[in-house]
């Protein structure tokens, strides 16, 4: 079982920058894809970007040259560097970890990007 621990969400303006983490329960990412998803209100929960266990990045095409993927396996944390956010990138980012048939959630953290 991973536990996923999801923290550095927040308030910021349009134009601000964030940085989220999420810390696992082990160290996966040299096993696990893992990647960040959100969930804005009355729309279904997309993939923002992930990343394989050999280091290939992948995201979705509204944040490309915006975020950045990244992980540190020596304190097993993920993260999500957020820049020039718009009010468009308001949701519940979730850290997600997944390899064949297991996948782990964490519990989410809001983003709220004002105009």
């Known amino acids: 079982q991973v536990q996923l621990v999801e923290s550095g969400g927040g308030l910021v303006q349009a134009g601000e920058s964030l940085r989220l983490s999420c810390a696992a329960s082990?160290?996966?990412?040299?096993?696990?894809?893992t990647g960040w998803y959100r969930q804005a209100p009355g729309k279904q929960r997309e993939l923002v970007a992930s990343?394989?266990?050999?280091?290939?990045?992948n995201y979705a095409d509204s944040v490309k040259g915006r975020f950045t993927i990244s992980t540190d396996n020596a304190n097993n944390a993920l993260y999500l560097q957020m820049n020039s956010l718009n009010p468009e990138d308001t949701a519940v980012y979730y850290c997600?970890?997944?390899?064949?048939?297991?996948?782990?959630w964490g519990q989410g953290t809001q983003v709220t990007v004002s105009s």
């Open positions: 997600n970890a997944r390899r064949a048939f297991f996948v782990y």
């Open positions: 082990a160290n996966i990412f040299g096993i696990y894809t």
């Open positions: 990343v394989t266990s050999a280091g290939s990045t």
